[in-house]
């Protein structure tokens, strides 16, 4: 989610807006009016005053931060008053495993600072020296420091005041001795950093200076992995609602076809694709985007391959690769139950992301999206989850590619066991003027590239990311907010077409899923588009959704029986206690909002005036629910406790006569 990213109504004034920024910016005599010179600026006195002023607009969408800006600082040389050579090295042999914790240890430092910090950059041939032909193309970091300028961005840094004993020089090395005693020594630190196979090799970079005047100190040897062919971060996703068919994507640094094995011995040759900077978006205006340039990273090869002649809601193992490149572990899956059949257990929530297992910074991270996926995952292995629904802000790697590694790594223990569908957000796909509703650059200019690729879903055609399947007692409806949705619209065809076709005698619930919402008490001048509720909210209750769950605002809030901003009708309590909807007795859906997956959370305001809201709470937590034929049980899961903060039943008589049920519009 960011502050633009809500509202149709606001886009003119935010494109006027961010268009004379640009040029103001891009063409006036700026360039030497802002240095980051000293380590002493503040976050803001290296940003032109226009950026600075507006930093809070810029904020979510660049993820404005010291870090987030390496990249375009001037990059000096540190003062050496140092006679000692310094050195870098990490405590690994040159080959890398799949996954490891190294330690990288600094030494020779003669006066230790808390400006001191080691980045880790891939691929190790990366200039981290100057860009300096490169200035125009960054305005949307809002950084504009005198040239030269880093030209490729650290995969993650780490200070090493992390080290206690850094500081206060604990960790002593005897440089020169006289008369049998030292008379001179240097410091050393240690900071461990966690690394995945992202396949390109990686080095790690000393700099002084801190993030606001970064100067090279010194530079470890290059470290390979040693498979960068290695079939990886295998997840599974469903094809179509029989529950005999199942999907397994996996990434690997070869291109030539993989296998999956499943069954006790059958078979299924990959499908192998890739994207490249070229596919990468930018903007009209001559702006490179970060995916485009300094935060693309080698995605490698997407192999994906269809397992078919499954049984629904059984065990079954399957391992992926191949004899040349080697084989992932074997993996037990479940595919979920039939469109049709009786019972369906579910997780589902939005806005997940990732974020570091060391003390190192990265570019965007979540910070609840760790505990979330580890409390998932004891729910996954106790065998309790039929599928999983990620709505929207995936991975936010946001046009630094390399973190959709990080983020699949994260996710493999859910992912890779129960089917993981997904819907698209505007951190996937929004990217100024590329032909979605919001004039934003949200995704980094992925423009939804990378999301697809790795999260094919069945979908109607390439950049149609709204499709529809059954699980159980369910029929879901997936939409994509961030693509034109008016009534003349080919995607508001379909949602109209979709939901007045599912027969209700089979699967008496209708779930309707997409990622900004109709209904939030989050302040924000732009929380919701009102255009998107006047064209799509009448066909809600024209189909008798039951459930509409959406994601963008980042906590819980579940409504009334909502419709036009009004309570059509209220839950009453069962015996004990929850909150029971009657949808024998049908009026409108309850909305929602489940984005409390991980990016830092919105907080409600102290009073909230809106009728319709009954519950709201600021937790990371995941969304569970239980369908049978006849009631939905719904709640919200902390993931820190593990305790449900929030129950609600939808209940309703299932006739066994009823028919395919038409509604007109």
């Keep these: 989610m960011g502050p633009f990213s809500s509202s149709t109504n606001s886009n003119w004034i935010f494109k006027f807006f961010f268009i004379t920024q640009i040029l103001i910016l891009s063409f006036g005599p700026i360039f030497s009016s802002s240095s980051s010179s000293s380590s002493s600026f503040s976050s803001?006195?290296?940003?032109?005053?226009?950026?600075?002023?507006?930093?809070?607009?810029?904020?979510?969408?660049?993820?404005?931060?010291?870090?987030?800006?390496?990249?375009?600082?001037?990059?000096?040389?540190?003062?050496?008053?140092?006679?000692?050579?310094?050195?870098?090295?990490?405590?690994?042999?040159?080959?890398?495993?799949?996954?490891?914790?190294?330690?990288?240890?600094?030494s020779g430092v003669l006066f230790p600072s808390k400006g001191d910090w080691i980045g880790m950059i891939s691929p190790s041939h990366s200039d981290v020296k100057s860009c300096p032909d490169a200035a125009l193309n960054y305005v949307q970091t809002g950084d504009f420091s005198s040239l030269p300028l880093l030209c490729h961005y650290p995969v993650k840094a780490a200070f090493l005041s992390n080290d206690p004993d850094y500081l206060s020089c604990k960790?002593?090395?005897?440089?020169?001795?006289?008369?049998?005693?030292?008379?001179?020594?240097?410091?050393?630190?240690?900071v461990s950093f966690h690394v995945i196979n992202i396949r390109t090799d990686i080095e790690f970079v000393f700099f002084g200076g801190g993030f606001l005047a970064p100067c090279i100190v010194a530079r470890s040897?290059?470290?390979?992995?040693?498979?960068?062919?290695?079939?990886?971060?295998?997840?599974?996703?469903?094809?179509?609602?029989?529950?005999?068919?199942?999907?397994?994507?996996?990434?690997s640094g070869d291109d030539k076809p993989q296998q999956v094995q499943y069954d006790g011995g059958k078979t299924q040759t990959s499908q192998v694709t890739t994207f490249t900077q070229n596919d990468m978006c930018k903007s009209a205006l001559i702006v490179s985007s970060p995916a485009k340039d300094f935060g693309w990273h080698d995605p490698g090869f997407i192999h994906s391959a269809v397992m078919t002649g499954l049984k629904p809601s059984t065990t079954f193992t399957y391992r992926y690769g191949s004899d040349s490149v080697g084989w992932s572990d074997q993996i037990q899956f479940k595919p979920p139950p039939a469109g049709g059949s009786e019972e369906l257990k579910f997780l589902a929530f939005g806005d997940m992301g990732k974020a570091p297992r060391d003390v190192s910074v990265e570019?965007?991270?979540?910070?609840?999206?760790?505990?979330?996926?580890?409390?998932?995952?004891?729910?996954?292995?106790?065998?309790?989850?039929?599928?999983?629904?990620?709505?929207?802000?995936?991975?936010?790697?946001?046009?630094?590619?390399?973190?959709?590694?990080?983020?699949?790594?994260?996710?493999?223990?859910?992912?890779?066991?129960?089917?993981?569908?997904?819907?698209?957000?505007?951190?996937?796909?929004?990217?100024?003027?590329?032909?979605?509703?919001?004039?934003?650059?949200?995704?980094?200019?992925?423009c939804g590239v990378p999301y697809e690729t790795y999260f094919p879903m069945p979908t109607q055609a390439k950049d149609k990311p709204w499709y529809s399947i059954e699980q159980g007692s369910v029929?879901?409806?997936?939409?994509?907010?961030?693509?034109?949705?008016?009534?003349?619209?080919?995607?508001?065809?379909?949602?109209?077409?979709?939901?007045?076709?599912?027969?209700?005698?089979?699967?008496?619930?209708?779930?309707?899923?997409?990622?900004?919402?109709?209904?939030?008490?989050?302040?924000?001048?732009?929380?919701?588009?009102?255009?998107?509720?006047?064209?799509?909210?009448?066909?809600?209750?024209?189909?008798k959704v039951d459930l509409v769950l959406f994601g963008h605002v980042h906590n819980y809030e579940r409504t009334c029986s909502v419709y036009r901003n009004a309570c059509l009708a209220m839950p009453r309590k069962d015996e004990s206690g929850i909150d029971t909807y009657d949808h024998n007795n049908y009026t409108a859906p309850v909305h929602t909002?489940?984005?409390?997956?991980?990016?830092?959370?919105?907080?409600?305001?102290?009073?909230?005036?809106?009728?319709?809201?009954?519950?709201?709470?600021?937790?990371?937590?995941?969304?569970?629910?239980?369908?049978?034929?006849?009631?939905?049980?719904?709640?919200?899961?902390?993931?820190?406790?593990?305790?449900?903060?929030?129950?609600?039943?939808?209940?309703?008589?299932q006739d066994s006569s009823s028919r395919k049920l038409k509604i007109g519009h």
């Design 44 to 106: 803001s006195s290296s940003l032109h005053p226009l950026i600075a002023e507006s930093q809070a607009i810029h904020q979510n969408y660049t993820a404005i931060s010291d870090f987030r800006l390496v990249n375009r600082r001037k990059l000096g040389d540190c003062l050496d008053l140092n006679p000692y050579q310094q050195t870098i090295n990490v405590s690994t042999g040159l080959k890398l495993g799949d996954e490891e914790y190294v330690t990288v240890t600094v």
């Design 171 to 190: 960790k002593k090395e005897c440089k020169k001795h006289k008369q049998g005693k030292c008379v001179a020594t240097t410091c050393s630190g240690s």
């Design 221 to 251: 040897t290059p470290l390979s992995f040693s498979n960068p062919n290695r079939p990886l971060y295998g997840h599974i996703s469903s094809v179509d609602s029989s529950g005999a068919s199942m999907r397994v994507t996996w990434v």
């Design 363 to 446: 570019h965007y991270i979540q910070p609840g999206s760790i505990s979330v996926v580890e409390a998932m995952t004891e729910e996954v292995k106790s065998g309790n989850v039929d599928s999983i629904f990620h709505i929207g802000d995936i991975s936010y790697a946001t046009g630094f590619l390399v973190e959709w590694d990080y983020f699949l790594h994260l996710i493999s223990p859910v992912a890779s066991r129960v089917s993981y569908m997904t819907a698209i957000g505007n951190h996937e796909r929004d990217y100024m003027e590329l032909g979605d509703l919001y004039f934003s650059p949200d995704s980094g200019g992925e």
């Design 475 to 543: 029929h879901f409806t997936v939409i994509s907010t961030e693509h034109d949705w008016k009534k003349n619209s080919e995607q508001h065809q379909w949602m109209k077409k979709d939901m007045a076709s599912v027969d209700r005698s089979k699967t008496p619930w209708l779930i309707f899923m997409g990622h900004r919402p109709m209904y939030t008490s989050s302040p924000g001048l732009f929380g919701v588009d009102q255009d998107f509720i006047n064209e799509v909210e009448p066909l809600l209750v024209a189909n």
């Design 593 to 653: 909002v489940i984005g409390m997956a991980g990016f830092v959370l919105d907080k409600f305001p102290d009073s909230v005036n809106n009728s319709w809201s009954l519950e709201r709470i600021s937790e990371f937590g995941y969304f569970r629910g239980h369908a049978t034929k006849e009631e939905l049980k719904l709640e919200l899961v902390n993931a820190a406790t593990k305790k449900v903060e929030d129950s609600f039943r939808i209940t309703k008589k």
